[in-house]
């Protein structure tokens, strides 16, 4: 199949082609019911559904190509596109506008020196090695240490901000930098902390909390098609931190129950056949339906249901 010449007239929706965002999105667009196949070894693959073409494409690559106009949507770390900003401000023209943070992938990226060594804040760093994959955000972060510390600032050939602290990119492995004698400190993204950890190293600063998000270009070809994603995608990601709480409870006590599962706008309240009773059905965070269940038992709540969400449309 001529894949080129079924792009015309379709959205082209960039998501991340391996890593940590990788499998989580594909749940994502699965649970949203767009349907495709991907060829395999093919990095562009048609929505069957959807006039939507998807473009497999690095994390780290997707907010240049949504930036410039070149893909309508993309899925990537808020993390990159901090970085692709850091390098190349956003115009009137250029760069992404978020539309959902779709609340998977959470990171940080910390500064973090040995253990063992004496380093306790990020800005005894400055002049020294900082290695790192996102140069571009870490030269920005140092630059502001540098100035809150006083030094000159002098400025390079190339019109660039000119740093005592030697900023290094490395494309991976960053966390052995400091083993090798390359680094001082290193500047990466930690989920746990454990690679870190088993690396020898600890977090002295945090520059940048991340996680997933939405992010269109602000020249998207289809509008409306991009809000019935975010809306689809928003759904979704609704349906699984939530679960719908049913119980009975005495219609004086009803107050009490009311505050433990307030819902996301309110309750849906119904009357039953015994004089004095009401249905009460509520949707509630997953992470505390536990709680909220021994909680409404305290209260004289009863026959309490706890039923999963497949989708959701909700405010």
Same mark, same amino acid.
């Given at each position: ?8 007239? *379709?959205?082209? #929706? ?5 890593? +940590? ?14 349907? #495709?196949? *991907? ?16 473009? #497999? ?12 106009? +070149? ?6 770390? +808020?993390?990159?596109?901090? $970085? ?61 240490? /540098?100035? /809150? ?5 002098? =400025? ?5 901000? *000119?740093?005592?602290? !030697? ?26 902390? $454990? ?28 509008? $409306? ?16 931190? #939530? ?15 009311? +505050? ?22 509520? =949707?509630?965070? !997953? ?5 909220? =269940?021994?909680?409404? =038992? ?16 909700? $405010?």
């Amino acid at each position: 199949m001529d894949l080129v010449n079924h792009l015309n007239d *379709r959205l082209l #929706f960039a998501v991340p082609k391996k890593g +940590r965002l990788h499998q989580l999105t594909l749940d994502l667009l699965h649970g949203s019911d767009i349907q #495709f196949h *991907r060829h395999s070894r093919l990095d562009i693959a048609l929505v069957i559904n959807h006039p939507i073409a998807l473009v #497999f494409l690095p994390a780290a690559d997707i907010p240049t190509f949504v930036g410039e106009g +070149r893909v309508d949507l993309g899925i990537t770390g +808020r993390d990159q596109v901090a $970085e692709h900003e850091a390098g190349e401000p956003p115009t009137a023209n250029t760069g992404v506008e978020e539309v959902l943070d779709l609340g998977f992938g959470h990171c940080l990226l910390q500064v973090q020196v040995p253990e063992k060594g004496s380093i306790k804040e990020a800005k005894e760093l400055v002049g020294m090695n900082v290695v790192t994959s996102y140069s571009n955000l870490v030269r920005k972060y140092f630059a502001q240490l /540098e100035f /809150e510390n006083g030094d000159d600032v002098e =400025m390079g050939e190339d019109g660039r901000t *000119r740093l005592k602290t !030697k900023i290094k990119y490395v494309g991976g492995s960053v966390e052995a930098a400091c083993a090798l004698g390359v680094a001082d400190g290193v500047v990466d993204l930690v989920e746990s902390g $454990e690679t870190m950890k088993a690396a020898g190293l600890h977090a002295i600063a945090t520059v940048l909390e991340t996680t997933a998000i939405l992010v269109k270009s602000k020249r998207p070809s289809n509008p $409306e098609l991009v809000e019935i994603i975010a809306s689809r995608l928003k759904g979704v990601i609704t349906a699984q931190r #939530f679960v719908l709480c049913q119980y009975n409870i005495k219609r004086t006590n009803l107050d009490s129950a009311v +505050r433990i599962t307030p819902g996301k706008r309110a309750p849906t309240v119904n009357a039953l056949e015994e004089v004095g009773w009401v249905a009460v059905s509520s =949707m509630v965070e !997953k992470k505390r339906i536990a709680t909220a =269940m021994d909680d409404l =038992m305290k209260v004289g709540a009863t026959d309490i249901l706890v039923l999963q969400i497949a989708n959701s449309r909700t $405010e």
